[in-house]
């Protein structure tokens, strides 16, 4: 299996965060665990309101809606 880091994303799911506050807690963890190291240097971007997971969308539901009328649409 090869990581497509373009696809790549870390869902911080907490959406009271707003995405810079998700991409400092995200860094925080990150250069505290030398274990982490290599997100560190991946550039992942990161979101708080879902993402999909092997195509099927997971997080709130508000953005799993829209996603899945998206999709509809396109179809």
């Keep these: 299996m ?3 880091v373009s696809k790549f994303k870390l869902y911080f799911p907490d959406p009271a965060l707003n995405i810079v506050q998700a991409r400092s807690t995200i860094d925080l ?3 505290a665990d030398h274990f982490l ?3 560190a240097d991946m550039g992942a971007e990161i979101c708080t309101d ?3 997971v092997a195509g ?3 997080g709130i539901d508000d953005w799993v809606k ?3 009328a998206k999709k ?3 179809v």
């Design 2 to 4: 090869v990581l497509n």
């Design 29 to 31: 963890a990150v250069n």
């Design 37 to 39: 190291s290599d997100l």
């Design 50 to 52: 879902g993402m999909r």
């Design 56 to 58: 099927v969308p997971v």
């Design 66 to 68: 829209a996603f899945v």
């Design 72 to 74: 509809a649409l396109a």
